[in-house]
């Protein structure tokens, strides 16, 4: 417990007298850590905090790192700028050495701030100071992007940039052709047709990488460090994150392996507004990124860019490609589902330069001053739509149906009818598309009026439901007719003589959360919600097989 005598020799609190030193003791938390443990992680909610004994530092994750920004030693402080900003803290405070640190709640800080006019000179002033450090290291850190140097219009390049985006590694694009590209990468004009080129910040030159060796070369694990686990999580949606956290969390040895990036679909929606416990909304990646971070910190292994050629169901044998064998006690399969393709003539050869599935907030900047169309009447195209309308000039959403009431949350609908320069046509679908190298105007038919016209633009995002990819499964594993797989009361058959657990497949130990599960409520809080219980379920599985 803190009491004032621990406060008297801090300069900050020199200008009280014993007595309010003892009462700013009373009302604090006296939290005493070990090495390596965090007392406060970016974004969660801003608290004071003074150093009493020990040393700590001030880190930020950055793309697949933490650097250190500041030392915090006795008597230093930390968490005065978001709190007095009324913001989520801006960064991590964590323990070098065994360390005690007092916290104070964001209304005794402002309330000392009130009274002590010396105190609040000091805060103010050491505010002032960080937030000018925190516009320089924007700045710098604007510098040490990754550089990716190629076409628009080019498939490759683009691929490039979204592996970069959602990962959030920092990078900037660059046309090769252009006299400033050449003036920052001068290695460019030896290269001709050989894009992309991704100029690393340590000065390396990657040309035309794979994605595997881009991750590899920007840090992000691709290995995993052994070969027997307690769980093995295939698939990095909003269920896989969560069960990767609480299978760490729990003591388990826990691998996710994701083929693209952490988040899945959900990852690359630009605004998820109904997710509990944000009331401003949050995007996709950056709940993806605050999730990825949670179940690292917690001891969760994360592998990109692998994805899994197969699983012995008998022995809980998880082949990743490349032939690696993993040995796992128990497996959660949270692999969502694939965006289905539309079915027009020559779609293939303009998918992905102009033509697009989902959005990923990689495109933003794309469609600036543009006239963008959206096919699809549900959450994931009204999010987009709300996204890039503050870029695009105009936002058109086709749709088949009459409105969108049927197919989208109403809040959603009344935020899209205060945005000027979004439209909704009705009875509407696109059955052509025209361009060479890339898309240039879509031909739309209006189904009410019985005409076509041809509409000129180079952006078209495609939401048009999604399917389950789960051939490469075992047939072991039981899915319906829809490639779903079925779990709880619909496992069947099933051969022990205890009831399945709620999200157990037909194979025991083998679980199913998100999308890809028969009957799921499509939502990232019921994924999230049933990547936990997986793992509950996991151990009540090996209990069980134990005994």
Same mark, same amino acid.
């Given at each position: 417990m803190l009491t004032g005598d621990d406060l008297r020799d801090l300069p900050l609190f020199a200008p009280f007298s014993d007595d309010e030193r003892g009462e700013i003791a009373r009302q604090a938390a006296d939290l005493h850590v070990q090495a390596g443990e965090y007392v406060v992680q970016e974004g969660e909610e801003p608290y004071f905090y003074v150093v009493i004994s020990g040393m700590m530092h001030v880190t930020k994750h950055v793309g697949n790192g933490e650097p250190v920004l500041a030392t915090r030693e006795r008597g230093e402080f930390f968490g005065e700028t978001p709190v007095l900003l009324g913001a989520t803290a801006f960064a991590n405070l964590k323990a070098v050495t065994a360390s005690r640190v007092m916290r104070l709640d964001p209304f005794e800080l402002q309330a000392l701030t009130v009274r002590n006019a010396p105190f609040k000179a000091t805060i103010l002033s050491t505010m002032n100071e960080r937030l000018s450090y925190i516009g320089e290291r924007a700045v710098e850190q604007k510098a040490d992007a990754v550089l990716v140097v190629g076409r628009r219009w080019d498939v490759a390049c683009r691929d490039t940039r979204t592996m970069l985006a959602r990962n959030l590694i920092r990078h900037e694009f660059l046309v090769i052709d252009e006299p400033a590209t050449r003036e920052r990468v001068p290695e460019s004009e030896h290269y001709g047709e050989r894009c992309p080129l991704v100029k690393l910040v340590d000065g390396r030159l990657l040309v035309q990488p794979s994605t595997r060796e881009l991750a590899e070369a920007v840090g992000l694990q691709t290995v995993p460090s052994t070969q027997d686990y307690d769980a093995i999580v295939i698939g990095g949606g909003p269920g896989g994150l969560a069960a990767a956290v609480y299978g760490a969390s729990e003591g388990l040895r826990t691998l996710l392996i994701e083929r693209e990036a952490p988040g899945g679909q959900a990852g690359t929606s630009s605004r998820i507004e109904n997710y509990l416990g944000f009331p401003t909304g949050v995007s996709g990646d950056d709940l993806a990124d605050r999730a990825l971070h949670q179940a690292k910190r917690l001891g969760a292994e994360v592998l990109v860019t692998r994805s899994v050629s197969s699983i012995d169901a008998r022995s809980k044998t998880?082949?990743?490609?490349?032939?690696?064998?993993?040995?796992t006690r128990t497996i959660v399969l949270a692999t969502g589902v694939t965006w289905? &393709?539309? /079915?027009?003539?020559?779609? @293939?050869?303009?998918?992905? $330069?102009?033509?697009?599935? =989902?959005?990923?907030?990689?495109?933003?900047?794309n469609t600036i001053g543009k006239d963008v169309f959206l096919i699809g009447g549900g959450n994931s195209a009204g999010q987009a739509a709300m996204f890039f309308s503050g870029y695009a000039r105009s936002v058109t959403?086709?749709?088949?149906?009459?409105?969108?009431?049927?197919?989208?949350?109403?809040?959603?609908?009344?935020?899209?009818? &205060?945005? /000027?320069?979004?439209?909704? @046509?009705?009875?509407?679908? $696109?059955?052509?598309?025209? =361009?060479?190298?890339h898309l240039e105007a879509i031909d739309v038919a209006d189904r009410a009026a019985g005409a076509t016209t041809v509409r000129a633009t180079d952006a078209l995002f495609i939401f048009i439901g999604a399917d389950a990819e789960t051939d490469w499964l075992p047939p072991e594993i039981a899915r319906d007719e829809r490639g779903y797989i079925l779990t709880g009361p619909d496992a069947t058959p099933w051969t022990l003589e205890r009831d399945p657990y709620l999200l157990e497949t037909t194979v025991p130990g083998i679980f199913a959360v998100g999308d890809v599960r028969h009957a799921s409520v499509k939502r990232v809080a019921s994924a999230v919600g049933e990547g936990s219980m997986a793992i509950a379920f996991a151990h009540q599985y090996l209990a069980t097989a134990a005994t």
């Open positions: 998880v082949t990743l490609d490349g032939g690696v064998s993993l040995a289905r &393709t539309l /079915a027009i003539p020559g779609i @293939e050869r303009l998918t992905g $330069v102009g033509v697009y599935y =989902g959005a990923a907030r990689s495109e933003a900047l959403i086709l749709i088949r149906g009459a409105d969108l009431a049927a197919s989208m949350s109403d809040y959603l609908i009344r935020q899209l009818a &205060t945005r /000027a320069n979004v439209t909704v @046509e009705a009875r509407s679908e $696109v059955v052509g598309l025209r =361009g060479e190298r």
